[in-house]
C-alpha cells in the first residue's frame, strides 16, 4: 500500500522559514509529478507548487521568489522550502502525487497525504 506522509509543518513569526517533507512509502517503482497544495481555512485548496519527474517547477505567483520545491527521486521524497513566510501563507499543506506506479499494483492516480498545518504568526 502506497502512502504519502508529510512532516516539518509548525508554528513561526512571520519572516520565518520552514521546510516540508513528503515521503512516499511502498513498493515503489516510480512516481509523476508531485507537488504541495494548501487549505487555509473558510477557502478552496490551492496550488502552491509542482514539479515533474524530471525537475520541472510551477508556482504559484502568490510564493514565487519565496518558496522553492525540489525532489529526490531515488527516496520518493518532495521537499518544500518556504522563506519569507507570512501569514497569509497559515494552512494545511498537503502533497500530491498524480501518478504512482507500484512493483505489484501497477499504476494508480492522484494520492495525497494527511497534510500538515503551517502557522505563520504576525
Known amino acids: 500500500q502506497v502512502q504519502l506522509v508529510e512532516s516539518g509543518g509548525g508554528l513561526v513569526q512571520a519572516g520565518g522559514s520552514l521546510r516540508l517533507s513528503c515521503a512516499a512509502s511502498g513498493s515503489i517503482f516510480s512516481i509523476g509529478a508531485m507537488g504541495w497544495y494548501r487549505q487555509a481555512p473558510g477557502k478552496q485548496r490551492e496550488l502552491v507548487a509542482t514539479?515533474?519527474?524530471?525537475?520541472?517547477?510551477n508556482y504559484a505567483d502568490s510564493v514565487k521568489g519565496r518558496f522553492t520545491i525540489s525532489r529526490d527521486n531515488a527516496k520518493n521524497t518532495v521537499y518544500l522550502q518556504m522563506n519569507s513566510l507570512k501569514p497569509e501563507d497559515t494552512a494545511v499543506y498537503y502533497c500530491?502525487?498524480?501518478?504512482?506506479?507500484?512493483?505489484?499494483?501497477?499504476?494508480?492516480?492522484?494520492?495525497w497525504g494527511q497534510g500538515t498545518q503551517v502557522t505563520v504568526s504576525s
Open positions: 514539479i515533474t519527474s524530471g525537475g520541472n517547477t
Open positions: 500530491n502525487a498524480d501518478r504512482i506506479t507500484t512493483t505489484g499494483w501497477g499504476t494508480r492516480y492522484d494520492y
